[in-house]
Structure formats: structure tokens, C-alpha cells
T-cell receptor, first 115, second 110 residues
């Protein structure tokens, strides 16, 4: 199995630009998560999808952030316009089902730098 | 709300030393507990988990026991290797949510 695939691995952009991060979950997994990792705040859950439907987006910082999951094998996280404080590593994770005992499988992450 | 507190790092050890990383949690229900490991430049990967009180999770020589009475899930390894150098995260699972600790950086010297 290829695991969770994320692209790009690194993104450097200028403030005000639109950024799109992409994720392909593990085939057969019904749940998808987007996390953000920073030194100051650690790992934060941004949004959770179940069967392609957003269930919990309470972690999305503000309206500049949006996420979609048009089908079971693809999701995007978009930031428009980007700001320097959005610089972080963004992880996508998937799990077969989303229960308290289930393992979440993480992708390698996208390191975003906003200048 | 649910939260996890883990011992601050960084931790530096010599090869074959004993490693322990403390983790305590606060939860209202009956969560599952996890240890994830993050190697440099990679995503997190599950190291071990325990889903109920008194369960012991183990993998790659690492162990942790779910202690409800002390609300703890301490990670231990009897003899570390250089390849164990990584960041270790304790996490609590409640429904679909994982609450992570701040992470502990471990460096093992040859």
C-alpha cells in the first residue's frame, strides 16, 4: 500500500497568494483528517471528513481556510489569501473508520512557508 | 476537555540506555491511548496503542500500559538504539478526535 500521499512536500509562497495542498488517502479508508503542526501550538486538527462529508471543521482557523473532498480518493486544503502566520507543516491522515480505537495513518506532510 | 501532558524534552541518551517518557491524561470518558513517533522529515506513525484500562501496548521493544488509576500511559524501552532518535507523541482518542501531547524529542548517541 502506498500510504497517504500528500503534495507538494514543500511550498514557498508570498503573502496574499493562494495555496492549495493535496491529499490522497489510503484506499478503502472512510475518514480523512487535516492537521497543522507548529512549534507554538503543536498538532491541531483542522477538519474531519467522513465518507467525503465534512463533519467537524471547528479547527479551521478562519474563513481564509477551506477544505474539500470531492471523492473518496482526493482532498484539498486551500488558503486564500495566505499570511506568514500560516507557515507550518500540514498533515493529512486517514483511517478506516473514525472511532476512538482506530489508528490514523499520516502522510509525510507539506511544509508551507509564507513570506 | 480531554488533554494530554507529556514530559518535556529534549532527552539525550547513550545507546543501550533505558528510556522512559511520561504521559498523563485528562478525560471525561473512556478514551484509547496512543504513542505515535515522528522521524525527521516524515509524518507521524503509530508506535503502539491501548484501548482500555490495564491493556499493554507493545511494538519494536517499546511498551506502555494504560493505567486508569494514575491516568497515565508512560512509554518505556529497555535498550535504545540510534535509530530510535525521533519525536514521540502521546495521544488520546475520543470518538474521532486525537488529542496530542506536545511531543518529546529523543536523541540517542552511539
Amino acid at each position: 500500500d502506498a500510504g497517504v500521499i500528500q503534495s507538494p512536500r514543500h511550498e514557498v509562497t508570498e503573502m496574499g497568494q493562494e495555496v492549495t495542498l493535496r491529499c490522497k488517502p489510503i484506499s478503502g479508508h472512510n475518514s480523512l483528517f487535516w492537521y497543522r503542526q507548529t512549534m507554538m501550538r503543536g498538532l491541531e486538527l483542522l477538519i474531519y471528513f467522513n465518507n467525503n462529508v465534512p463533519i467537524d471543521d471547528s479547527g479551521m482557523p478562519e474563513d481564509r481556510f477551506s477544505a474539500k473532498m470531492p471523492n473518496a480518493s482526493f482532498s484539498t486544503l486551500k488558503i486564500q489569501p495566505s499570511e506568514p502566520r500560516d507557515s507550518a507543516v500540514y498533515f493529512c491522515a486517514s483511517s478506516f473508520i473514525a472511532g476512538s480505537t482506530d489508528t490514523q495513518y499520516f502522510g509525510p506532510g507539506t511544509r508551507l512557508t509564507v513570506l | 476537555g480531554d488533554s494530554v501532558t507529556q514530559m518535556e524534552g529534549p532527552v539525550t541518551l547513550s545507546e543501550e540506555a533505558f528510556l522512559t517518557i511520561n504521559c498523563t491524561y485528562t478525560a471525561t470518558g473512556y478514551p484509547s491511548l496512543f504513542w505515535y513517533v515522528q522521524y525527521p522529515g516524515e509524518g507521524l506513525q503509530l508506535l503502539l496503542k491501548a484501548t482500555k484500562a490495564d491493556d499493554k501496548g507493545s511494538n519494536k521493544g517499546f511498551e506502555a500500559t494504560y493505567r486508569k488509576e494514575t491516568t497515565s500511559f508512560h512509554l518505556e524501552k529497555g535498550s535504545v538504539q540510534v535509530s530510535d532518535s525521533a519525536v514521540y507523541f502521546c495521544a488520546l482518542g475520543d470518538d474521532y478526535k486525537l488529542s496530542f501531547g506536545a511531543g518529546t524529542t529523543v536523541t540517542v548517541r552511539a
